[in-house]
Protein backbone atom coordinates (compact mmCIF):
# COMPACT_ATOMS: atom_id res chain seq x y z
CA UNK A 1 0.00 0.00 0.00
CA UNK A 2 1.33 3.53 -0.97
CA UNK A 3 1.82 6.41 1.69
CA UNK A 4 -1.09 8.20 -0.54
CA UNK A 5 -3.33 5.45 -0.10
CA UNK A 6 -2.96 4.59 3.69
CA UNK A 7 -3.42 8.55 4.40
CA UNK A 8 -6.46 8.27 2.92
CA UNK A 9 -9.70 8.82 5.70
CA UNK A 10 -11.99 5.78 5.82
CA UNK A 11 -15.77 6.88 5.25
CA UNK A 12 -18.08 6.77 7.45
CA UNK A 13 -20.18 3.32 8.21
CA UNK A 14 -22.74 3.38 4.96
CA UNK A 15 -21.11 6.39 3.46
CA UNK A 16 -18.54 4.15 1.32
CA UNK A 17 -21.67 2.12 -0.35
CA UNK A 18 -23.27 4.79 -1.07
CA UNK A 19 -20.70 6.53 -2.70
CA UNK A 20 -20.16 3.71 -4.76
CA UNK A 21 -23.90 2.98 -6.02
CA UNK A 22 -23.48 7.21 -6.82
CA UNK A 23 -20.58 6.77 -9.07
CA UNK A 24 -22.15 3.58 -10.81
CA UNK A 25 -25.28 5.69 -11.70
CA UNK A 26 -23.22 8.56 -12.42
CA UNK A 27 -21.51 5.71 -15.25
CA UNK A 28 -24.32 4.96 -16.31
CA UNK A 29 -25.76 7.68 -17.37
CA UNK A 30 -22.27 8.62 -19.05
CA UNK A 31 -21.88 5.45 -21.11
CA UNK A 32 -25.66 5.84 -22.34
CA UNK A 33 -24.40 9.68 -23.92
CA UNK A 34 -20.90 8.34 -25.00
CA UNK A 35 -21.46 4.84 -25.78
CA UNK A 36 -17.75 4.05 -25.17
CA UNK A 37 -15.00 2.85 -22.69
CA UNK A 38 -12.67 5.03 -24.07
CA UNK A 39 -14.59 7.99 -24.75
CA UNK A 40 -15.79 7.46 -20.95
CA UNK A 41 -13.60 9.91 -18.98
CA UNK A 42 -12.97 9.47 -14.77
CA UNK A 43 -12.94 12.89 -14.00
CA UNK A 44 -16.05 13.17 -15.88
CA UNK A 45 -17.25 10.39 -14.10
CA UNK A 46 -16.28 12.26 -10.31
CA UNK A 47 -18.20 15.50 -11.74
CA UNK A 48 -21.20 13.96 -13.02
CA UNK A 49 -21.34 12.10 -9.30
CA UNK A 50 -19.93 15.33 -7.20
CA UNK A 51 -16.72 13.71 -5.70
CA UNK A 52 -13.03 14.30 -6.79
CA UNK A 53 -11.38 12.01 -9.06
CA UNK A 54 -9.81 9.97 -7.08
CA UNK A 55 -12.00 8.78 -4.85
CA UNK A 56 -13.19 6.47 -7.33
CA UNK A 57 -9.65 4.89 -6.68
CA UNK A 58 -11.40 3.89 -3.89
CA UNK A 59 -14.14 1.39 -5.04
CA UNK A 60 -12.58 0.58 -8.35
CA UNK A 61 -9.16 -0.38 -9.49
CA UNK A 62 -9.03 1.44 -12.95
CA UNK A 63 -11.56 2.47 -15.72
CA UNK A 64 -12.49 -0.81 -16.83
CA UNK A 65 -13.43 -2.03 -13.47
CA UNK A 66 -15.90 0.41 -13.30
CA UNK A 67 -17.27 0.14 -16.64
CA UNK A 68 -18.14 -3.33 -16.12
CA UNK A 69 -19.25 -3.05 -12.11
CA UNK A 70 -21.60 -0.90 -13.73
CA UNK A 71 -22.85 -3.57 -16.64
CA UNK A 72 -23.06 -6.39 -13.78
CA UNK A 73 -26.06 -4.33 -12.34
CA UNK A 74 -28.08 -4.45 -15.28
CA UNK A 75 -26.99 -8.33 -15.70
CA UNK A 76 -27.61 -9.32 -12.37
CA UNK A 77 -30.76 -7.67 -12.72
CA UNK A 78 -31.41 -9.24 -16.24
CA UNK A 79 -30.24 -12.91 -14.76
CA UNK A 80 -32.73 -12.91 -11.32
CA UNK A 81 -35.69 -11.87 -13.88
CA UNK A 82 -34.66 -15.28 -15.95
CA UNK A 83 -33.89 -17.54 -12.72
CA UNK A 84 -37.63 -16.44 -11.39
CA UNK A 85 -39.62 -17.11 -14.56
CA UNK A 86 -37.53 -20.33 -14.96
CA UNK A 87 -38.32 -21.37 -10.91
CA UNK A 88 -42.29 -20.83 -11.70
CA UNK A 89 -42.19 -23.59 -13.99
CA UNK A 90 -42.20 -27.14 -12.86
CA UNK A 91 -38.50 -28.69 -12.16
CA UNK A 92 -40.06 -31.71 -14.23
CA UNK A 93 -39.91 -30.12 -17.71
CA UNK A 94 -36.57 -28.28 -17.82
CA UNK A 95 -36.99 -27.44 -21.85
CA UNK A 96 -40.27 -25.28 -20.37
CA UNK A 97 -38.60 -23.93 -17.81
CA UNK A 98 -35.12 -22.71 -20.57
CA UNK A 99 -38.19 -21.44 -22.83
CA UNK A 100 -39.64 -19.53 -19.48
CA UNK A 101 -36.17 -17.61 -18.77
CA UNK A 102 -35.45 -16.87 -22.65
CA UNK A 103 -39.17 -15.50 -22.77
CA UNK A 104 -38.15 -13.10 -20.02
CA UNK A 105 -34.78 -12.30 -21.50
CA UNK A 106 -36.64 -10.65 -24.37
CA UNK A 107 -38.76 -8.72 -21.30
CA UNK A 108 -36.31 -7.50 -19.99
CA UNK A 109 -34.60 -6.03 -23.05
CA UNK A 110 -38.74 -4.37 -23.90
CA UNK A 111 -39.07 -3.31 -19.93
CA UNK A 112 -35.37 -1.78 -19.68
CA UNK A 113 -34.45 -0.46 -23.11
CA UNK A 114 -31.71 1.60 -22.11
CA UNK A 115 -30.82 -0.69 -19.57
CA UNK A 116 -30.48 -3.43 -21.80
CA UNK A 117 -28.78 -1.18 -24.79
CA UNK A 118 -26.04 -0.31 -22.10
CA UNK A 119 -25.29 -3.78 -22.55
CA UNK A 120 -24.94 -4.39 -26.11
CA UNK A 121 -23.97 -0.76 -26.97
CA UNK A 122 -21.36 0.18 -24.99
CA UNK A 123 -18.04 -0.40 -26.70
CA UNK A 124 -15.93 -2.08 -24.51
CA UNK A 125 -11.63 -1.62 -24.55
CA UNK A 126 -9.92 -5.50 -25.02
CA UNK A 127 -8.20 -7.19 -21.84
CA UNK A 128 -6.29 -10.63 -21.63
CA UNK A 129 -7.96 -13.81 -21.31
CA UNK A 130 -7.87 -14.12 -17.32
CA UNK A 131 -9.75 -10.68 -16.75
CA UNK A 132 -12.24 -11.72 -19.64
CA UNK A 133 -12.96 -14.64 -17.49
CA UNK A 134 -14.43 -12.36 -14.75
CA UNK A 135 -16.57 -10.23 -17.17
CA UNK A 136 -20.21 -9.80 -15.82
CA UNK A 137 -21.79 -11.38 -19.02
CA UNK A 138 -20.34 -14.60 -17.33
CA UNK A 139 -23.52 -14.56 -15.19
CA UNK A 140 -26.08 -14.93 -18.09
CA UNK A 141 -23.73 -17.71 -20.45
CA UNK A 142 -23.56 -19.67 -16.61
CA UNK A 143 -27.20 -19.38 -16.35
CA UNK A 144 -28.03 -20.85 -20.11
CA UNK A 145 -25.02 -23.34 -19.66
CA UNK A 146 -26.69 -24.58 -16.61
CA UNK A 147 -29.98 -24.76 -18.50
CA UNK A 148 -29.10 -26.46 -21.38
CA UNK A 149 -27.61 -29.14 -18.84
CA UNK A 150 -30.85 -29.85 -16.89
CA UNK A 151 -32.31 -30.11 -20.44
CA UNK A 152 -29.71 -32.80 -21.60
CA UNK A 153 -29.99 -34.96 -18.04
CA UNK A 154 -34.23 -34.90 -18.47
CA UNK A 155 -33.13 -37.05 -22.24
CA UNK A 156 -32.79 -33.78 -24.34
CA UNK A 157 -29.85 -33.89 -27.45
CA UNK A 158 -28.28 -30.48 -27.91
CA UNK A 159 -27.53 -29.98 -31.79
CA UNK A 160 -24.49 -28.37 -31.45
CA UNK A 161 -21.32 -28.06 -29.32
CA UNK A 162 -22.10 -27.74 -25.60
CA UNK A 163 -18.90 -25.23 -25.02
CA UNK A 164 -20.58 -22.86 -28.06
CA UNK A 165 -24.41 -23.60 -27.43
CA UNK A 166 -24.68 -20.99 -24.60
CA UNK A 167 -23.92 -18.51 -27.00
CA UNK A 168 -26.10 -19.81 -29.78
CA UNK A 169 -29.04 -19.10 -27.80
CA UNK A 170 -27.96 -15.78 -26.62
CA UNK A 171 -27.20 -14.45 -29.94
CA UNK A 172 -29.90 -15.55 -31.24
CA UNK A 173 -32.74 -14.46 -29.01
CA UNK A 174 -30.85 -11.06 -28.64
CA UNK A 175 -30.65 -10.70 -32.57
CA UNK A 176 -34.35 -11.49 -32.78
CA UNK A 177 -35.20 -8.79 -29.90
CA UNK A 178 -32.80 -6.12 -31.34
CA UNK A 179 -34.43 -6.24 -35.05
CA UNK A 180 -37.69 -6.63 -32.95
CA UNK A 181 -36.75 -2.92 -31.82
CA UNK A 182 -35.78 -1.40 -34.69
CA UNK A 183 -38.40 -2.93 -37.57
CA UNK A 184 -41.04 -0.79 -38.30
CA UNK A 185 -43.49 -3.26 -37.27
CA UNK A 186 -46.02 -3.94 -34.55
CA UNK A 187 -44.49 -4.45 -31.40
CA UNK A 188 -46.29 -7.50 -30.05
CA UNK A 189 -44.08 -9.69 -27.68
CA UNK A 190 -45.61 -12.74 -28.84
CA UNK A 191 -43.01 -12.65 -32.12
CA UNK A 192 -40.34 -12.77 -29.86
CA UNK A 193 -42.28 -15.75 -27.86
CA UNK A 194 -42.90 -17.27 -30.84
CA UNK A 195 -39.36 -17.07 -32.08
CA UNK A 196 -37.61 -18.72 -28.58
CA UNK A 197 -40.08 -21.67 -29.52
CA UNK A 198 -38.27 -21.95 -32.90
CA UNK A 199 -34.47 -21.63 -31.75
CA UNK A 200 -35.21 -24.07 -29.21
CA UNK A 201 -37.18 -26.46 -31.21
CA UNK A 202 -33.63 -26.22 -33.80
CA UNK A 203 -31.35 -26.16 -30.70
CA UNK A 204 -32.58 -29.36 -28.75
CA UNK A 205 -34.03 -32.47 -29.83
CA UNK A 206 -35.86 -35.60 -27.28
CA UNK A 207 -33.90 -38.35 -27.01
CA UNK A 208 -35.73 -41.82 -27.85
CA UNK A 209 -35.48 -44.67 -25.82
CA UNK A 210 -31.91 -46.86 -27.31
CA UNK A 211 -30.96 -44.13 -29.31
Not at 7 to 19: E, I, M, S
Not at 155 to 165: K, L, M, N
Request: glycine share 6%.
Amino acid sequence: MTESAAARPRNPRGQGDRLRAELLTATERLLEQVGSEDALSLRAVAREAGVAAPSIYRHFADKTALVWATMQVSYERLVEDMAAAGALVPEGDPVARLRARLRAYCGYAIDHPAKYRLLYETRQSPVGPERLAQHPAGLLVRGLHDALAACEEAGWRVRCSRDEAPYVLWSAVHGRVMLWQVLPAEKNPERLHRFVDEILGLLLERVEAGD
